[in-house]
């Protein structure tokens, strides 16, 4: 094989693809989380919720996401991403919008049970879907670069929905109903806009020329045999895999439990540094630790595949998380205070990248449309308890932070069972 053609192959990839797939989860991921801002921005008030019903609202979302995740894989899989991914998106942009015709407790927990439901199917989707271009010792940093996106929609999120929030309120409806529609219709139109422009595999890449098809499809392939050697099983077998659960847990505790802890959490916590703080204040100001925390990510995936080490560098990043969200219990300076959230953030976002290039060690085919899908289902359930915990912890003490800190603890059960995760035997030459 000629590896300049397959290095060429790899890097068209990375330019036509990444952007575009990298918007898409941008959209995702602003209509998952701006009910952060919703809560800032006077909904719980206007509904009646208090810090425990928003923090249970936030996490119901992900019952329905567990549910589905599975089968949606199983069918990308089989009928292919390009319109499998536009109907998931399609669907969900309407869900977020009329998430904002919500008028009571009840209806926002639907709403948001059915939200997780149509959203099931696009992230372990996407994972999936980067396994059929990029080879192992790419797919850290491919991921890494897919997963900024989390980052930075609350980069560009936040200003956009705190600006929603000050300045819109039109024909005599609240600014938060207005922010769910505004910022759910874009995800609408892109889905039409998949259906066109998103190929499935190598081999129906435009860009791609056909020594360029064949050199990339024959290496995924080959690094698939090589797994189906050292470990063959089946979908059935993959979802009762001993080491297929234990990475899930990893995922609960650690990558997800701090994800959405800061990501429903950090605007009420930036709005709590100072009563001055406008609603389009903290969107600016929750930027900051999200634009760091997308550099960490593309770094930190980087240097992982570099040294072809994922394991330290999934650990790593979770353990200065959860030491910071413990400082945070005795800082009272509002400025200080944003530099330790930022590092907070930092390591929370960190170890997504590694982490998937660790999964993708051992599963190839349909048994990683299944492995992935069970991983981030199971995984998934801590974006319910991280906001709720918190939320809970605070209606009961008052402090935000002792709910935080409870999050903190579950990081370090994550990086212990990172520590004690069974390596599988090194693979033979081919």
Not at 106 to 135: K, S
Not at 330 to 341: N, Q
Not at 398 to 411: E, Q, T
Request: aromatic share 14%; with cysteine.
């Amino acid at each position: 094989m000629d590896s300049t053609v397959l290095k060429s192959a790899i890097n068209k990839s990375k330019w036509f693809l990444m952007p575009y797939i990298f918007i898409l989860y941008i959209l995702n991921f602003v209509d998952r989380i701006n009910f952060g801002f919703a809560a800032v921005g006077g909904m719980n008030k206007d509904l009646g919720l208090s810090a425990e019903q928003f923090g249970f609202a936030a996490g119901i979302f992900f019952f329905g996401y567990l549910i589905f995740q599975v089968p949606s894989n199983l069918l990308l899989h089989r009928i292919g991403a390009r319109i499998w991914i536009a109907i998931i998106i399609i669907v969900w942009g309407l869900t977020a919008t009329l998430t904002g015709f919500s008028d009571n407790a009840f209806h926002l927990y639907v709403a948001r049970v059915m939200l997780g439901l149509v959203e099931a199917g696009f992230f372990p989707g996407m994972i999936l879907y980067l396994t059929y271009w990029f080879p192992q010792r790419e797919l850290a940093q491919a991921v890494a670069i897919f997963m900024t996106a989390l980052a930075i929609s609350s980069v560009i999120g936040g200003p956009i929905s705190g600006l929603i929030l000050d300045h819109v309120h039109w024909l005599n409806m609240q600014s938060w109903r207005w922010m769910f529609i505004l910022e759910g219709i874009p995800s609408v139109i892109f889905g039409f806009i998949t259906f066109f422009v998103l190929p499935n595999k190598p081999a129906d890449a435009t860009f791609l020329t056909i020594d360029e098809k064949k050199a990339l499809t024959d290496e995924i392939s080959r690094e698939q045999a090589e797994k189906a050697k050292q470990r063959k099983a089946s979908v059935r077998e993959i979802i009762v895999d001993g080491r297929v659960w234990l990475l899930a847990f990893i995922y609960f505790f650690g990558c997800i439990m701090g994800l959405y802890s800061t990501s429903f959490w950090l605007p009420t916590i930036i709005k709590g540094l100072s009563n001055s703080f406008s609603a389009t204040i903290v969107g600016f100001l929750t930027m900051i630790p999200y634009i760091l925390a997308a550099i960490a990510m593309v770094w930190v995936g980087r240097d992982a595949d570099k040294k072809g080490e994922w394991r330290r560098h999934s650990q790593i990043p979770l353990l200065v998380s959860s030491i910071a969200i413990f400082l945070m219990l005795f800082i009272k300076d509002p400025f200080i205070s944003m530099i330790v959230l930022s590092i907070v953030t930092i390591g929370a976002f960190g170890a997504f990248g590694p982490f998937w290039a660790l999964v993708n060690e051992f599963l190839s085919g349909e048994a990683a449309a299944a492995g992935i899908a069970v991983i981030n289902s199971i995984g998934n359930l801590g974006g319910f308890f991280a906001p709720y915990i918190i939320g809970l912890i605070k209606d009961k003490t008052g402090n935000v932070y002792f709910g935080l800190a409870a999050v903190g603890a579950l990081l370090l059960v994550a990086v212990i069972l990172l520590a004690i995760l069974p390596k599988e035997p090194v693979k033979k030459s081919a």
